[in-house]
């Protein structure tokens, strides 16, 4: 059985853990089946508890722009470890990490490291309540900001009503400060500021979507929100924590041309480690404790490891440029490979991609928003995942998620991909 050892240790993890998993896509409830463990790693490559390896399409969901066990980070890491792992003291590297990044990202000066992606974006939201003294938040539909109950929200009756949660354990009234929105629909957008006038504290979104696959924004939606947050005094939050560091050193802000308010971040600047950030120019970082009255704290927060992680792939990608242009030809070769195949094939599909950012829907119609995106169909999705699985590629493992190329991956890997989609039963 080619995953027999994978399924016994995800027998065994479900006795001690819910659904065997600590992240629930993680379980293939999406796809079927059951998920591979992985004993080890190296550049592209991983490989599992039975022996077989995968081409990597998610690099641990964005942060390993190189590849796994990328020497410079692994050096790092273990140096630093050498010297302890955590203090709850402050160290010179959290600085050094800091000062990097303000240096690489436009418009911001000052930045907070904190443990998670949905650490940032809960502290965001937070200091953006607390700096403009409103309540109100706008997230839209499809984007994913973590498992704060803020976000767990889904769609009210109409453009002008209130979420409801969509998690039990989310109160009603978590939920009627949480404002959803369409993905792509400015007109949407400015009816919901229009009929909560002076309440809205900040707007949330992912500039560049990558939890309904990679969605991109138009010219129009982006900036007619900078132009609306600006007009209104709402600020802009663009969660990065996806796209950081890995569509330019500047992330989205720096490709889009678009200034947020605040940004958060995750994955690439923690280099593989637990991490997360949020940042913003000099005057808001100053109402954060504590220099102001809003509170954040975390014991591990700026831990030695995850700094050490997060410089040494910040000097990488500072070094080397180079890399984004890179990722950018290699995913563009792998679209046209794969929309080849599936045209060749007569199978109705839209492929969706933004740098180093793809994924493949099974659907007629383009793919904009979290509607639209809903519409692929799920069965040929999971044929697919299973059958570029058995062939030694390991792909997003649901139709929401985009895939995240790393650099180590090769064009005979991306080619033996393209062969993958031809020889699949869709």
Known sequence: MRYQRSSALFAEAKKY??????????????????????????????????????????????????????QPVLDAVIEKAKAGTSFGIPTEIETRLAELAVKMVPNIDKIRFVNSGTEACMSAVRLARGYTGKDKIIKFAGCYHGHSDSFLIQAGSGAVTFGSPNSPGVTQGTAKDTLLATYNNLDNVKELVAANKGEIAAIILEPVAGNMGCIIPTDEFIKGLRALCTQEGILLLFDEVMTGFRLAAGGAQEVLGIAADIVMFGKVIGGGLPVGAFAASAEIMAHLAPEG???????????????????????????????????????????????????????????????????????????????????GNNDSFKKYFHGMLDQGIYLPPSAFESYFLNDAISYTDLDKTIDAVRNCKL
């Open 17 to 70: 853990i819910p659904g065997g998993v600590n992240s629930p896509v993680r379980a293939f409830k999406a796809v079927g089946g059951e998920p591979i463990f992985i004993k080890n790693a190296k550049g592209a490559y991983l490989h599992d508890e039975d022996g077989n390896a995968y081409v990597d399409y998610i690099s641990s969901w964005g942060p390993l722009l190189f590849g796994h066990a990328h």
């Open 293 to 375: 009255p809003v509170y954040q704290a975390g014991t591990l927060s700026g831990n030695p490891l995850a700094m050490s992680a997060g410089l040494a792939m910040l000097t990488e990608i500072d070094n080397n440029p180079e890399v984004f242009e890179s990722l950018e030809n290699k995913t563009a070769y792998l679209h046209k490979g794969i929309a080849e195949v599936l045209t060749e094939r007569g199978i109705a599909h839209q492929i969706n991609r933004f740098g180093s950012m793809i994924s493949v829907h099974f659907c007629e119609e383009p793919v904009v928003d979290f509607a639209s995106s809903a519409k």
